[in-house]
């Protein structure tokens, strides 16, 4: 496509991906250990998969759009020989849904080979595309992962190692990024130092892998070891492990909506169970929006969790109301509007049984756009419901997010437009309640060691770039002192 800065900033540069790497001893396939790890994490992007390998030195990758299942078979994945591997899940909100936006990217410069998966948003990826652009560099890409590969090829020219090279490369990024990088003997786990995106590590045998969330290392036999911690970078070579810290510490920031929608039920997320802060959040809705009611149920899936959470407090049974047909996508993770609007209609069925002649309360994990609210309600008065009480288990959202998650400008957002009421009558229920803002830290049991909910409360804890596309804001709101974002030291 042709690419212009004009359209980097009409397209947001956001994503919301999931990475998953393995270095190997002999112990486990590689890429077999990727296809596993990749299944795992199809929930975080459904518009195309790959995976990269390094055979002694020598990299092949390959990747195509679509579901995993749909673009690897076990021909494919037995060509990919190798002792290291990274892999990447993607559901792009920025930079095109095509095939030349599929990660790994692989990059051969004059050093030999790198592989780059990311997961996240760089705030300053267009300051730094122009100034790479500027000393000659061409772009095969519309994301701002290909920045990061410049960025790491142009410091291994002079770093005396892949990792220092790394090293001075993040210095230069802000915003969001967790990141896995292979060269040809080595594998690289590195995470901004907010923490916004989850990434940890785990071990089989004297092989380690790297994921976005700890159900993938469940998928391929790993035993988890730790989070990696916001602004370490972590090397996996033929010596072990290696860490290294950063001198400089920013407050961990990592994205609640993490714990709200993006991860699996199954997965711990810097030591916080997924399934009980859901669970925790519907307790909260309980004792907040109480109400007389016959049966308690979820949106699948992260709805589920916590109406198991809203019954428990409030001694509502909890029924299965909504069958999800499996084979769809998630609504949200669409890149077109149209598209998540025909998903909607044959994703979801309620059990007519269950409803009919009772007064619901339907939990929900948000409300972003609004498209989906009334037809949730209509479904269920069609099946036959006396009453529908809906509760949201997040608060309203009412700013955009710069680090990674779509929610690229507050026009679309249904908070910002409309009060509580307004889209209670909208959405047809009788009544409406949402997660309050203040209760996300007992949402998070009381563990939460920092995290981002600028999306909520407008307080972005890390720089964001002001940047405008035919007179529209595109950023700039909250600035913090760079300086006091990232560390410029070297390590």
């Not at 899940?89 to 790198?114: D, F, I, W």
């Not at 560099?137 to 990792?163: K, M, N, P, W």
């Amino acid at each position: 496509m042709d690419f212009s800065f004009d359209n980097l900033y009409s397209e947001g540069l956001h994503e919301e991906c999931g990475v998953f790497g393995v270095y190997s001893d002999g112990s486990i396939n590689p890429a077999y250990a990727c296809y596993n790890g990749l299944l795992a994490l199809q929930h975080r992007g459904q518009e195309s998969c790959g995976i990269a390998v390094s055979d002694q030195g020598v990299m092949n990758y390959h990747k195509d759009m679509g579901l995993v299942t749909e673009v690897f078979n076990n021909s494919i994945l037995d060509s990919l020989d190798g002792q290291l591997a990274v892999s990447h899940v993607r559901y792009s909100t920025a930079g095109g849904s095509v095939l030349e936006n599929a990660q790994p990217l692989v990059m051969r410069y004059v050093k030999g080979t790198l592989a780059v998966a990311h997961n996240g948003n760089l705030t300053n990826a267009v300051e730094l595309r122009r100034e790479l652009e500027q000393r000659g560099a061409i772009f095969q890409t519309t994301i701002d992962s290909e920045v990061i590969c410049y960025l790491i090829a142009r410091e291994r020219i002079h770093a005396g190692s892949a990792e220092k090279a790394v090293m001075k490369a993040v210095e230069k990024l802000e915003g969001a990024y967790s990141l896995l990088v292979m060269s040809p003997r080595k594998l690289i786990a590195a995470r901004d130092p907010h923490g916004f995106r989850p990434l940890c590590i785990g071990q089989v045998g004297k092989s380690y892998v790297f994921a976005s969330e700890s159900a993938a290392l469940d998928a391929c036999g790993a035993k988890f070891i730790r989070d990696v911690e916001p602004g370490e970078i972590v090397v996996a070579d033929k010596h072990g492990l290696k860490s290294i810290m950063p001198k400089k510490k920013c407050n961990k920031s990592l994205c609640v909506f993490e714990y709200i929608y993006f991860a699996r039920t199954d997965s711990y997320i810097d030591g916080i169970s997924v399934y009980e802060a859901r669970k925790q959040a519907g307790r909260i809705l309980a004792r907040e929006f109480p109400v007389e009611a016959d049966i308690v149920i979820g949106v699948p899936e992260s709805g589920i969790d916590a109406a198991i959470g809203y019954s428990e407090e409030s001694g509502i049974p909890y029924e299965k109301g909504i069958v999800k047909n499996t084979y769809i996508g998630r609504t949200f993770i669409k890149p077109s509007q149209s598209e998540r609007m025909k998903s909607v209609r044959i994703k979801l069925n309620p059990i007519g049984d269950m409803i009919r002649g009772k007064r619901v309360v339907v939990i929900d994990d948000s409300i972003v756009r609004g498209t989906t609210i009334d037809r949730i309600t209509n479904m269920l008065r069609a099946a036959g419901a006396k009453e529908v009480h809906m509760r949201i288990s997040s608060p309203p959202f009412m700013w955009p997010c710069y680090y990674g998650t779509d929610i690229p400008s507050r026009e679309e957002l249904i908070a910002v437009n409309h009060s509580i009421d307004e889209i209670c009558k909208l959405s047809g229920a009788d009544t409406l309640g949402y997660l309050p803002a203040d209760s996300l830290d007992e949402m998070l049991l009381g563990k939460s060691c920092g995290h981002c909910d600028a999306c909520f409360s407008g307080k972005y804890p890390a720089a964001t770039t002001k940047l405008t596309f035919k007179g529209k804001e595109r950023g700039g709101m909250n600035f913090k002192d760079k300086e006091n974002c990232a560390s410029k030291e070297e390590d």
